[in-house]
């Protein structure tokens, strides 16, 4: 579909859905509703989803199963505890573009970018710094500096800031090789977020990736606002390792657990250091439990823990709808209806909003973040309370995401309207 045939009418957001093949997924999710049981325009699926109804029977299957066989759940439950992970790694390998080998769903985000970088941040006095880019969320600047001040390096001295131009909100990838240019010598590790929290802008990891390689540093990928929302075509693409979180498009729960990639490069390299635990190590000898460490070769290696099944039994039931939808499908509706919401921004009369998410879809995922001309946080309010639950940024931006899996084209409508009304 292009511009040219999106209609601002409400009878057009109704046929969009009419025809949509997703739009049946809606109804597998619970929508959150005001006290009248009206249902809110949800548009903040980019910070927690919505619970699949599935997810309640498939957290309550492992209490029946625990409840019944206790210890022995490890191997009698219907899904037995022990290789519960094993059940996850299909789905999610293919909704970020791996091999089931190179993924894992293991701990949370933050702390799989940490043994991500215990295992590939390995600087010396020459090459120690760390790229990230300027708006990187903060969990992960903290991650990286505390990193370098781990290794005895002066974090300020050490981390470098892919930064926007002057005036400008993106950051433009010329300017990164201008760093990689000017200190590539010093760089040892590439850390970027697929998809920006902030601008909604997607970097292109392909060339991100290369680019880096070129200068010998480690490439690593944040996915947090990237899993389930873009296709990131991990293994292609080729970097070294990737992390993200599952509560965010993935809808698997407050504080669920994360995922994390390692490239397959990298599956049998036993030079490689990592912090290591019980669950990263042979499965066949794991309980003899008077080995040498022998790492599973592939993602599962850096596994540490055995895992919470209850958040795993959340992610199952979410993966299952993925699956079903197929990411492919996904994320072509996502293309559309984000490029119905811009449609339907650009109509609003005068220069009042500002989209600053990039313009070409193959350079975002569903959310696109607004400024609102001479707007604060009251305007934001008022959108809460006219039952639209988007996203608030300090100084000034709304970040509104579409989840193509549950919401419809008449989410976007009403949305729009709504905020029309309130300006
Ligand atoms: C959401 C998000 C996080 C959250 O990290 P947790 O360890 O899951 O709490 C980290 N980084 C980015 C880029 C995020 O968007």
Redesign the pocket.
């Known amino acids: 579909m292009t511009t040219a045939t999106y209609e601002n009418t409400l009878a057009f957001a109704k046929e969009q859905d009419q025809n949509d093949p997703l739009h049946k997924f809606r109804k597998e999710f619970h929508i959150p509703t005001d006290k009248n049981g009206k249902e809110h325009v949800y548009l903040c699926g980019n910070s927690l989803g919505l619970q699949p109804k599935n997810t309640q029977k498939y957290i309550q299957e492992e209490l029946n199963d625990w409840s019944k066989f206790g210890v022995e759940g490890h191997t009698e439950a219907k899904h037995p505890w022990m290789p519960y992970h094993e059940f996850l790694t299909e789905k999610m390998a293919k909704i970020v573009g791996a091999k089931p080998s190179e993924v894992v769903m293991m701990n949370?985000?933050?702390?799989n970018?940490h043994l991500m970088m215990v295992s590939f941040y390995r600087p010396t006095s020459k090459k120690y710094k760390i790229v990230i880019e300027s708006d990187?969320?903060p969990?992960?600047k903290y991650a990286v500096e505390s990193q370098l001040d781990f290794h005895g390096f002066d974090k300020k001295e050490g981390l470098i800031l892919w930064k926007p131009r002057k005036g400008e909100e993106l950051c433009r990838f010329e300017d990164l090789e201008k760093i990689m240019e000017e200190h590539g010598d010093e760089i040892a590790l590439l850390l970027i977020?697929s998809t920006n929290?902030y601008t909604g802008q997607s970097f292109p990891i392909k060339k991100i990736t290369e680019l880096g390689h070129q200068h010998n540093a480690k490439v690593g990928i944040?996915l947090?606002?990237g899993a389930g929302n873009i296709q990131p075509n991990l293994h292609e693409n080729g970097p070294d390792f990737a992390v993200w979180?599952s509560?965010?498009y993935l809808n698997s729960g407050p504080?669920s657990l994360?995922g994390c990639f390692v490239h397959e490069r990298h599956a049998n390299d036993s030079n490689l250091k990592r912090f290591a635990g019980w669950w990263g190590h042979n499965k066949q000898t794991r309980f003899n439990m008077r080995q040498e460490f022998d790492p599973i070769p592939g993602a599962e290696g850096w596994q540490l823990s055995n895992p919470p099944i209850l958040s795993m039994a959340a992610i199952r039931a979410s993966l299952d709808l993925f699956d079903e939808a197929g990411f492919d499908n996904i994320r072509k509706k996502s293309v559309e209806l984000t490029g119905y919401l811009e449609f339907l921004l650009q109509e609003i009369e005068g220069d009042q909003i500002e989209i600053i998410t990039p313009r070409n879809p193959e350079e975002r995922g569903c959310q696109l973040s607004i400024k609102v001309k001479n707007a604060n946080k009251e305007l934001f309010n008022k959108l809460m309370n006219a039952g639209v639950i988007a996203d608030w940024r300090e100084p000034n931006v709304i970040r509104i995401a579409p989840a193509p899996i549950y919401n419809s084209y008449e989410d976007v409508y009403n949305m729009v309207s709504i905020l029309k009304e309130l300006l």
Do not use: N
Not at 108 to 111: D, E, I, Q, R, V
């Open positions: 949370t985000l933050t702390t970018l990187a969320f969990s992960d977020g929290y944040d947090a606002h979180c509560y965010k504080g994360g």
